[in-house]
């Protein structure tokens, strides 16, 4: 009976805590007008798939702007997790000076919000010449995440004892051979759940976007969601389908990787 009782709490949680998404997934199978109504009756008998399909094929097709996404989210995550292993691995096996003030001001860039870097960065990309291009996003992102992505996997590095790649070397192991084969296997967890924080994290980037990105044609899928808004009204039912076609990548990424992620949010979470 108890075990009925909990499941059932855990399910009824799990409800309320998607249930902005249920909503959303619902109204963006309803028409405009079913959405407008007062009080609002989102669920339409049958679905509106033409949302979708206008959505995907229409005049503001979202595809473009979804490659966009999935380019600069996917640098942004192999160019974080890249530099932030090669800088917790340094800190954590190393005795480097100043190693504390390091990690200090790494922390310290984090508490800083992107609308502090969006400025400067303009003015940076200006001068170099790369406004309105992957390019730019790209940067601002990594600029952005960095200082997040090296402080989990210096948490995660740290938990790994020393001695475990000295073993390794001892019974014949290279240093090449101890960090790819014992080490970096080891660190897994931590790895991806770093490389998913800086890939959501681009993926919903509108900071960068809306102040380095001037041309339609080079929109991000944030900033495509937007152009759903017109001069009089905005067409809730394309957006709430531009919304959720937006989720579904994250969501693939989280389903495949969710048992990692678990492992590694426990462990950065224990402290020296």
Not at 89 to 104: D, H
Not at 109 to 122: D, E, I, N, T
Not at 167 to 183: I, K
Not at 187 to 197: D, K
Request: proline share 5%; with cysteine; glycine share 4%.
């Amino acid at each position: 009976m108890q075990r009925k009782l909990r499941t059932a709490i855990v399910i009824l949680i799990g409800l309320l805590i998607n249930l902005p998404i249920i909503i959303m997934v619902i109204s963006s199978l309803s028409s405009y007008s079913n959405l407008l109504q007062n009080p609002v009756h989102s669920f339409e008998w049958p679905p509106m798939w033409e949302n979708y399909t206008e959505t995907l094929f229409g005049e503001k097709s979202i595809i473009k702007p979804l490659i966009n996404s999935l380019v600069v989210s996917g640098v942004t995550m192999v160019l974080c997790t890249s530099v932030a292993v090669l800088a917790s691995y340094a800190t954590t096996r190393y005795p480097i000076r100043f190693k504390k003030g390091f990690l200090y001001t790494v922390l310290l860039f984090q508490m800083f919000s992107p609308v502090l870097l969006s400025g400067p960065l303009y003015a940076i990309f200006n001068t170099l010449g790369i406004l309105d291009t992957r390019l730019s996003l790209i940067i601002g992102n990594t600029a952005s995440c960095l200082p997040m992505t090296i402080w989990l996997l210096y948490t995660y590095l740290q938990g790994i004892p020393l001695y475990i790649e000295e073993a390794a070397r001892m019974d014949g192991c290279t240093w090449y051979e101890s960090v790819f084969h014992v080490l970096l296997p080891m660190a897994l967890p931590g790895i991806i759940t770093a490389s998913l924080f800086a890939f959501i994290s681009a993926w919903g980037d509108i900071i960068f976007a809306r102040s380095s990105i001037l041309n339609m044609a080079n929109n991000t899928l944030p900033l495509a969601i937007i152009r759903f808004e017109e001069y009089n009204r905005t067409r809730w039912d394309l957006q709430l389908a531009a919304s959720t076609i937006s989720t579904i990548p994250v969501f693939v990424f989280f389903m495949f990787i969710q048992n990692s992620i678990g492992r590694g949010l426990m462990q950065t979470s224990s402290k020296e």
